[in-house]
Structures are given as C-alpha cells and as structure tokens.
T-cell receptor, first 112, second 112 residues
Framework: DAGITQSPRYKITETGRQVTLMCHQT?????MFWYRQDLGHGLRLIYY???????DKGEVPDGYVVSRSKTENFPLTLESATRSQTSVYFC???????????FGSGTRLTVV | RKEVEQDPGPFNVPEGATVAFNCTYS??????FFWYRQDCRKEPKLLMS???SGNEDGRFTAQLNRASQYISLLIRDSKLSDSATYLC?????????????FGQGTILTVHP
C-alpha cells in the first residue's frame, strides 16, 4: 500500500541493546525525518534527511544513528539503548522541506 | 525561550462552542506555518497551512500575524470529534530546509 509505514509498532528492549526502527515511504519524497515524542517535551527532531545519502542532526541526536542509502528507507538505530530513550518515535516524509509532513503511525519503544 | 509556544490548556468546551488557540514563535525568519491535529496515541496529521492573508477550511480559520509572530486557530461550532491535541508548527528560515518545529500542543475536549 502507498504511504509511510513504520515497524515495529511496539518494541521492548533491554538497556545496552542495539535496536533499529524502520521507516519506509512509497511516495519517493525527498525529505524524511525522525521525531520522538515525550510528555512535557512535545515532538523533538532527532535526525533528518534531504535526500539519499544526505543526513543531518536535529535537536536530540545523541545516542542515535541514521542512514539513507535509498530514498524510500530511513532507519533509525539506537546504538546502546538507555531508559531515557523510552519514547514514541515518529517518522515523517515530505516532498519539500517547506510543505507539511505526513507521519507514520509511530513506534512505541520501551527500554527496560 | 521556546521556539514555538502554545497554551497547553486543556480547553473544555460544550458542543457548538467557538474556541480559539494561540501560538507564538521566536524566529522572525520563520517561513511556513501549520496547524496539526493529534488524536490520543496516534500520529500528528496536517490540519491546515497558515497564510498571512488568513485562511478558512469549513469550521476552521487560521490567522498569521508576522509582525507579532503570532498564529491562531479558531474552531466554530465545535463537534465531539474535534477533541484532540492541536499542534502549532513552524518551519525555521535560512538553511534549515524545512525542519518543522512543533509546539507542545493544546488539548481540546468537546463535551456534550
């Protein structure tokens, strides 16, 4: 189906483990973004990408790694998960950086 | 000072009421402005863009005042289905190529 999909929807992992959250979009949008949403902080930008092989840090990049070898995929990796990374993670894409985004359904990550 | 500030509410209004949300932004070079809606435990969805001339979409009216760095959203004839969190969103200017900065959101509850 066309759209933007995130997987998994729910994930529980242990402290110190590496975990990768997947994001896939079928529109060939140039721009893709990763946000985390926490109570009291709203949505905060982790990383973003303007095109394949172009990525840049957002507001809260520490502890995260991204890659974008193909336009349609933008995985987010937590190299060594910490409890403070327990959050809801949203991926988004856009045709233009100046247009509104379309978000995926989110991944609810719990680090124990 | 936060880049985007909203009154978190909550706003509790009866069906049929008119309710207004306000938002201020700190970066005078901001270029694009949006209102997003987020239902509980769901992804944010674009409600409407905001233009200097003001724009209306059915019961929703958005206004932008660049001089005061102020955005508003007016909802007329509130419905139960309007209950959600409303997010004020701004794109910074300059080289930020379209990163959206989100306010923390205003919670609206419409009751019978």
């Amino acid at each position: 189906d066309a759209g933007i999909t995130q997987s998994p929807r729910y994930k529980i992992t242990e402290t110190g483990r590496q975990v990768t959250l997947m994001c896939h979009q079928t529109w060939s949008h140039s721009y893709m973004f990763w946000y985390r949403q926490d109570l009291g902080h709203g949505l905060r930008l982790i990383y973003y990408s303007a095109a394949a092989d172009i990525t840049d840090k957002g507001e809260v990049p520490d502890g995260y790694v991204v890659s974008r070898s193909k336009t349609e995929n933008f995985p987010l990796t937590l190299e060594s998960a910490t409890r403070s990374q327990t959050s809801v993670y949203f991926c988004a894409s856009s045709t233009s950086g100046q247009m509104g985004y379309t978000f995926g359904s989110g991944t609810r990550l719990t680090v124990v | 000072r936060k880049e985007v500030e909203q009154d978190p509410g909550p706003f509790n209004v009866p069906e049929g009421a008119t309710v207004a949300f306000n938002c201020t932004y700190s970066n005078s070079a901001s270029q694009s402005f949006f209102w997003y809606r987020q239902d509980c435990r769901k992804e944010p969805k674009l409600l409407m863009s905001v233009y200097s001339s003001g724009n209306e979409d059915g019961r929703f009216t958005a206004q932008l005042n660049r001089a005061s760095q102020y955005i508003s959203l007016l909802i007329r004839d509130s419905k139960l289905s309007d209950s959600a969190t409303y997010l004020c969103v701004v794109t910074p200017g300059g080289t930020s190529y379209g990163k959206l900065t989100f306010g923390q959101g205003t919670i609206l509850t419409v009751h019978p």
